[in-house]
């Protein structure tokens, strides 16, 4: 008897020291990541060029034209859809105040404006993730910070997006800049630097399915479009040879042309798809603000990400998805509109959770 009493209570020490075990080691991580953004707290302080602002800014961002001069027939990007008929972007970081920019301007800002602005949010996302390590888990979503930190990321999100969509060049340039030197540096960083920013953004096992299955879709119809646009190519080389006459070969170029051009437009808007996909539909506000300040100088870009990731896990490189054949092309295209149809179920009320896209995660 004294014997099953003594084996219940070391039973009982050791389920306490465990559990201690445990809480210790939930705070040796939270004071690491702590420690860790407030070390890009203070490189960022030394960078920032706008003050906060105090108060909360409101939403009021139009892109429709610029979409559909792309060849969209409605806004994907959910935080930009339910204020398309607005001329302009309402920034709160703007020489330490907030403005409302015309839409069309923001894509006419140089490298050296987007990188202070962007820097200037990154900075305001550190300082709030910061402030959310010292709140407890279940009061995270109803903090002020938390809030604070939606809005940044709503923000950041809509400059960059409508440099993409209005400045394809710009956009490429900053995706490629050192946001200290304010310099492009294309292809500066490893893999294993994008394998640390993903680390960090601590996706779940549901959240990494669906960008595992976002990422194998969007290179399969990469490389449908990449097979259309050969094809394209060889016969307009050939047409060039044939003998015909002429007005003839010129309605069938035209024709062509016109094609290839829209397959580029197709490649661009599917890319703006995809990564809409993963940072507004998968990813929750408060990783993506993760992404941007663990980057910081750098900004996450999407697929190097996913590839970086992807490949660490042991998945297929890019390519084996762009060059696959085993199924024909109109299955590939079919099996993308998926994407589409999945960012009409994100809402700005869901900006905050992940929203399952795989069938299986559901």
């Known amino acids: 008897m004294h014997l099953q009493e003594r084996t219940q209570a070391l039973e009982a020490e050791l389920a306490q020291s465990s559990a201690q075990l445990q809480q210790l080691q939930a705070l040796q991580t939270s004071l690491r990541t702590k420690n860790q953004l407030l070390e890009k707290l203070l490189h960022l302080n ?16 139009t892109v429709l034209d610029l979409y559909k001069q792309r060849g969209f027939k409605t806004v994907p990007e959910p935080m930009l859809a339910v204020m398309q008929t607005l001329p302009a972007l309402r920034l709160t970081i703007w020489d330490g105040g907030e403005e409302m920019i015309p839409v069309q301007d923001v894509g006419k800002l140089g490298l050296q404006e987007v990188a202070k602005l962007y820097t200037a949010y990154v900075h305001q996302m550190a300082a709030c993730l ?4 010292d709140t407890l888990p279940t009061e995270q979503s109803s903090s002020p910070a938390m809030q604070r930190l939606s809005e940044l990321v709503t923000e950041c999100g809509s400059l960059i997006v409508i440099t993409l969509i209005s400045n394809p060049k710009g956009f490429k340039d900053l995706q490629n800049c050192n946001m200290d030197e304010r310099i492009v540096c294309p292809d500066a960083q490893p893999p294993s630097f994008y394998c640390e920013v993903m680390a960090a953004m601590q996706h779940t096992g549901s959240q990494t399915q669906d960008w595992l299955h976002l990422r194998q879709l969007f290179y399969f119809k990469i490389g449908q479009l990449a097979r259309e646009r ?12 044939d003998m015909g006459h002429v007005s003839d070969k010129l309605t069938q170029m035209t024709r062509w042309a016109d094609q290839l051009r829209e397959n580029g437009a197709e490649e661009y808007r599917s890319y703006c798809m995809f990564a809409t996909a993963f940072l507004r539909g998968i ?3 408060k990783q993506i603000a993760t992404g941007h300040v663990c980057a910081f100088p750098w900004i996450p870009t999407v697929y190097k990400l996913l590839e970086a990731e992807a490949v660490r896990r042991g998945h297929p490189p890019m390519q084996t998805y762009i060059e696959d054949t085993s199924v024909d ?3 590939h295209a079919a099996n993308f509109t998926a994407v589409a149809s999945y960012l009409e179920t994100i809402t700005l009320e869901s900006l905050e959770v992940h929203v399952p896209f795989w069938s299986d995660s559901r």
């Open 46 to 61: 030394k960078q920032a060029d706008f003050k906060a602002s105090p108060e909360l800014p409101q939403r009021s961002v």
């Open 130 to 133: 910061a402030q959310l390590t």
């Open 230 to 241: 050969k094809a394209l190519v060889m016969n307009m080389t050939q047409c060039q040879m």
């Open 283 to 285: 990813s929750t506000s």
């Open 329 to 331: 092309d109109l299955h």
